[in-house]
């Protein structure tokens, strides 16, 4: 994918290990050789051409999303580390390697579900035996765990880190 490391477009694919949900960016750049270690992301970046991943594989990675697709080579659904939106990512990879004193970058792409507006509730129905179920341990959990893929909550995470 990344043929020279002195290309002047920066491209990064986000993916989560399946060993530990911890966040990766594949790189097709060498920005600092290290982030400060509580960053929340470590950079792959292999120091030999030969052994980056392709275009393809990285895509795939990426999207391994549980459990709609297997993991690939021990990488799954990048917005599973607690990134969902590696928009702010790549804003930070920005301030790494150019320091953009809160300038907008020239373009970031990102292909996500996006989201659905929910349904107005409804007041006139009484609440039912499956509303009193919602309000227990699991079903909140649950709730909670789905909340995390929200994307217009990841697009005001976004919104609140733009000048």
């Not at 097709?28 to 030969?50: A, F, L, T, V």
């Not at 393809?56 to 021990?74: D, L, Q, T």
């Not at 599973?80 to 953009?100: K, S, Y």
Request: aromatic share 10%; charged share 20%.
């Amino acid at each position: 994918m990344f043929q020279s490391a002195n290309s002047g477009t920066k491209a990064a694919v986000v993916a989560t290990t399946t060993e530990d949900s911890s966040t990766c960016v594949f790189a097709n750049y060498n920005g600092p050789n290290e982030r400060p270690q509580k960053c929340g992301y470590s950079i792959i970046r292999p120091s030999e051409p030969n052994k980056e991943m392709l275009t393809w594989e990285m895509a795939r990675a990426s999207s391994a999303a549980p459990p709609y697709c297997k993991s690939f080579r021990g990488f799954q659904d990048g917005g599973l580390g607690g990134h969902n939106n590696p928009i702010n990512l790549a804003l930070w990879e920005q301030d790494a390697l150019w320091c953009r004193d809160k300038r907008d970058p020239d373009i970031v792409l990102s292909l996500g579900t996006g989201y659905k507006r929910p349904a107005e509730p409804s007041t006139t129905a009484p609440p039912s035996t499956l509303e009193a179920l919602k309000t227990r341990c699991i079903p909140r959990l649950f709730r909670s765990f789905m909340n995390f893929f929200v994307g217009e909550t990841r697009w005001q995470e976004l919104q609140n880190n733009l000048p």
